[in-house]
Nanobody
């Protein structure tokens, strides 16, 4: 029943930046902890970053120092600022609840890092 719509992906060169957005619906957003997840080609979906309802953050080692998660409760939106992108960051990026995702995933947004 939770609706999640990701956007902001695209093609970027190594070292570049992107900012992803995720708009949540049918949820009391201010009480929800949210996270970003990534599925690379041929790989399982992995956790990247999470933010609690009070703003505490958590990052996977692979993105710590490069990615920043944030939220805007008024807009019911969670963001992922991605800097210093690497080839291995390529994949489909999803948002969902954190630390335990629901079984309802959105379509995600494709991020391709290529020279």
């Amino acid at each position: 029943q939770v609706q999640l719509v990701e956007s902001g992906g695209g093609l970027v060169q190594p070292g570049g930046s992107l900012r992803l957005s995720c708009v949540a619906s049918r949820i009391i957003f201010r009480f929800a902890s949210m996270g970003w997840y990534r599925q690379a080609p041929g790989k399982q979906r992995e956790f990247l970053a999470g933010i609690t309802n009070v703003g505490a953050t958590n990052y996977a080692d692979s993105v710590k120092g490069r990615f920043t998660i944030s939220r805007d409760n008024a807009k019911k939106t969670v963001y992922l600022q991605m800097n210093s992108l690497k080839l291995e960051d390529t994949g489909v990026y999803y948002c969902n609840l954190f630390p335990t995702a629901t079984g309802s995933w959105g379509q995600g947004t494709q991020v391709t890092v290529s020279s």
